[in-house]
């Protein structure tokens, strides 16, 4: 009987090992680790930003401190409540972020507006006339060539 215990108790101390190992690998509480990022970082980051025109929300250089200042301070977190980073909660805590703060932004870092007229006009103006032109050039040779046949 002895011989079938020995690979049952093997089994029994490594799932034991297992237990007690696995919770200090993965100590990560992410709803806290959140809640934290939260109070902690966002809220720094929240004033920040209010201390900041709104016109200026997308020029990177404006805010580029204050972002680099939210992505350090979840990293520290994450470090002090032995989490990795970066990791789902913060992928999702930054989409809220940029949701919030620069849904208006265009990807270069500026708001998009239209280009000047003296820049417009010509682009508009030189297709039209190249069009009309075109368009004379074709009638006045086919009227010039009907006589011909």
Not at 31 to 39: H, K, S
Not at 59 to 82: H, K
């Amino acid at each position: 009987m002895a011989p079938e215990r020995g690979p049952l108790l093997t089994a029994g101390l490594l799932l034991l090992l297992a237990v007690l190992v696995v919770p200090s690998v993965s100590g990560c509480n992410r709803g806290f680790y959140e809640q934290m990022i939260n109070d902690f970082c966002f809220t720094k980051f929240e004033s920040d930003m209010k201390g900041l025109e709104r016109g200026r929300w997308c020029s990177w250089p404006d805010t580029m401190e204050i972002y680099e200042g939210l992505t350090n301070c979840s990293y520290q977190v994450a470090l002090r409540m032995d989490c990795y980073w970066p990791n789902q909660v913060v992928d999702r805590f930054f989409v809220h972020v940029h949701q919030i703060y620069f849904q208006d932004c265009a990807l270069t870092g500026r708001l998009l507006h239209d280009p000047p007229v003296s820049i417009l006009a010509p682009f508009i103006a030189v297709p039209v006339l190249v069009t009309l032109l075109m368009t004379a050039l074709v009638v006045w040779r086919s009227k010039r060539t009907e006589g011909v046949l």
